[in-house]
């Protein structure tokens, strides 16, 4: 559910920082993998899944593109 309701708007954002739909499409991906992952450091910290998300995909995009 979170998947689907995340990620239009999450494409979006990841297609306004790279550029490339395809691009894009991958940095979603690897990014609802890394907030998937990231779950149990979160949950003590309490943040919003929003910011996870955008967090997670700017640091990949930033580090993950350049691979």
Known sequence: M?????SHELYSY???LCGDRFQAQDLV???FLRAWKSLPRV???RRKMRE???TEG???TITG???
Request: aromatic share 8%; proline share 0%; net charge positive.
């Open 29 to 31: 991906q690897e990014t």
């Open 2 to 6: 979170l998947v689907h309701s995340m």
């Open 52 to 54: 996870i998300l955008s």
């Open 58 to 60: 700017a640091k990949y």
């Open 65 to 67: 593109s350049k691979l």
């Open 14 to 16: 990841a297609f306004r």
């Open 43 to 45: 949950s003590r910290v």
